[in-house]
């Protein structure tokens, strides 16, 4: 019933298969090592479903092998498992001297009739079982009880995301924060929205020690309180180079309750400018309402140099003395991935994660027993990191399975064997199976005349907007004359506040002496279908001649059927370059939802016959996460794509490029 089968080694040697000469199966083979070996997924000990066939693999972690068996996924084989083992513990017994020198030239032909004895043995087996009366299965083997384990996991989670809540920036969505309550109670940097709201406008004087103001206080309280009344709030003073956000404050610093404003509703003028969030606003209170303001902001023109080429990688957060001493031995970062951590005698006495796993295991051969404690531990960090719980225990059990059986050395610990494992998996993970270079597609574009074409999609709020502006400011700062296409033709306010980020844009980068601009906005107002405003926008940026379309789509939910629908539609019939998923840093549990749907809806609800899932994703707000990085994880895990650009802040340079090192190191901190 076995279609294929056979042993490699890590390295690509090929020792024994069956058939021998058959090449049917390497594509499958070949996909098996790039999407569950190569990335870290291959500790649940599911199928991998390729084409028709079901694959399913064992590591050998002494030797370095790893086995395959190929059937076709329609089949049943429920010997399959138990196959595996047998044939993994058949051929290293039979060939382990040949395994221990490494002697592989010698050849593995004589394995035949052991694999066809084991083959039929297992057969056999499962076929008397088929024939017995089922037993009822224990409540420990039914579903209902993994169903309450898992769920007892996430619920392990719920008080630190309770907790969060008190302590993250305004905006963040901390109830879908997926932090466990072993988060380290660090206090976070307000965000730059919050700071940027303060007024500067000087508080009320205070009252005096009884409670009583002197006569010379009320006179200036009551003066102040008449200039208020004829519309004198003049002294509030955005920051400078701060994309701007909505604010509730008034100027006296107290809040105040804001009207509703309802989606669909008409907005005022006043309220447009309430909602203008894209503009800093340098010389008035409510923003550029001509483009020679911000030509003025000299911060915007220091910005352009600061933008031309690649962009910067993330930089890494400086280790907290406390954590030092826990962790020194990484602070090499991927340099010392492959190595396994020295247990330092003169590391005694530090607490933190790996504390209380620091005894010596000798040179010993690591099995199940030895790696839960340690395993487990590290699961509650990495959930603790913001890791989704989901991903968390699939990263544990494919280290599991990496290294049981190995032998670790006589200065090793488990500990630092494990977090060892783990810097390479996750490294593994965030290195990009393939490179999306915008920056050289879009100029390769330019040299060919046609637009390159991105679309940004995502929850509501996540930043989409904003960063597609950021992603604005950095083409055209390497030479991209960039069209911008209001696709959010569903939210109030979405249209005016592109036009807002592209009049500064504009006022950055004037117009050349022939007119063309570096930066226009394509728009049709609200209500319109989306996937047509992107269609005209497209062949508007071909006929002008425009290098980058950069395409900006409403938030929608994941669940919302009708939107994602719409998204799909948007994507298929325009068939973009790159569709980029936007997600936040702060999100916890609810990526793994919101990316498996976004993915799925594209796929399922596409009119194309190849649909166009999600090519690479925006982490945004990551300057609000501290060191709870494990977003990042989670999204590439699940996508299998690569993180393109990092969102830092609320100004144009606060693009980053990611630093695999820099996040593996902060997250196993
Ligand atoms: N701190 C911080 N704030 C950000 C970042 N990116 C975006 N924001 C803020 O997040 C808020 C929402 O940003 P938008 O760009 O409007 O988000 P959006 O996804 O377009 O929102 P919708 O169109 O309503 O779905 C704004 O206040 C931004 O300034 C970032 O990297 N860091
Ligand atoms: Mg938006």
Known sequence: MLDFFTIFSRGGLVLWCFPSTSTLFTSSVNA??????????????????????????RLDNEYELVFVVCYQKVLQLNYVDKFLDDIHREFRDKYKNELTSGQFAAGFDDFQSVYAQVLQASESAARANAKRPKEMRTYVESEKSKKTVSSMIVGAEQ??????????????????????AKAP?????????????????????????????????????????????????????????????????????KRVKQKTVWAGSKLSRAEMEALDRSDDKPTGPNGASDAGEAAADPALIK???????????LSVQPVDSADAGDDDSDSDGAADAGNAAPA???????????????????????????????????????????????????????????????????FSTVASTVRSAMTDACLQILSPRRRVDILRDALDAKARGRPYSI???????VGKSTNLAKIAFWLIANGCRVLIAACDTFRSG???????????????????????????????????????????????????????????????????????????KLVSVNEPDLVLFVGEALVGNEAVDQLVKFNQSLADMSQSEQPHTIDGIVLTKFDTVDDQVGAAISMTYITGQPIVFVGTGQTYTDLKALSASAVVNTLLR
Not at 188 to 206: G, L, R, V, Y
Not at 516 to 524: A, D, G, H, P
């Open 32 to 57: 098996l090592i790039r999407s569950v070996l190569l990335q870290e997924r291959g500790g649940g000990g599911d199928a991998f479903c390729h084409e028709s066939l079901a694959l399913r693999h």
């Open 159 to 180: 008080p630190a995301a309770a907790s969060s809540a008190t302590k993250s920036a305004p905006g963040a969505k901390s109830a879908k924060n997926g932090a466990s």
């Open 185 to 253: 109670a660090k206090a976070k940097p307000a965000a730059p929205a919050a700071e940027s709201k303060k007024p500067t406008e000087a508080p009320p004087a205070a009252a005096g020690s009884n409670g009583q103001l002197d006569e010379e206080t009320r006179l200036r309280n009551l003066e102040r309180l008449a200039a208020k009344k004829l519309g004198g709030k003049a002294s509030k003073q955005p920051s400078p180079t701060a994309v701007p956000s909505t604010g509730s404050e008034t100027g006296s610093g």
């Open 303 to 313: 910005q352009k140099r600061d933008m031309i080429g690649d962009l910067k990688e």
């Open 344 to 410: 330092a005698g003169g590391k005694s006495g530090g607490g933190g994660l790996f504390g209380m796993f620091r005894g010596l295991v000798g040179s010993k051969t690591l099995n199940r027993e030895d790696l839960a404690p340690v395993l487990d531990k590290m699961r509650d960090h990495l959930v603790a990191k913001n890791v989704a719980a989901e991903i968390a225990g699939k990263l544990c059990d494919s280290v599991a399975a990496r290294l049981e059986g190995r032998t670790v050395g006589a």
């Open 455 to 461: 679309v940004m999609c995502g929850v509501n709020g």
């Open 494 to 568: 979405a249209v005016e506040q592109l036009r807002t980020h592209v009049r500064r844009l504009a006022a950055a980068y004037p117009p050349e002496s022939d007119g063309s601009s570096y930066v226009e906005l394509y728009e049709k107002g609200y209500g319109k279908d989306p996937a047509g405003v992107a269609m005209e926008a497209l062949r508007y940026a071909s006929t002008k001649r425009f290098n980058v379309c950069l395409i900006d789509t409403a938030g929608r939910m994941q669940d919302n059927e009708p939107l994602m629908r719409a998204l799909a």
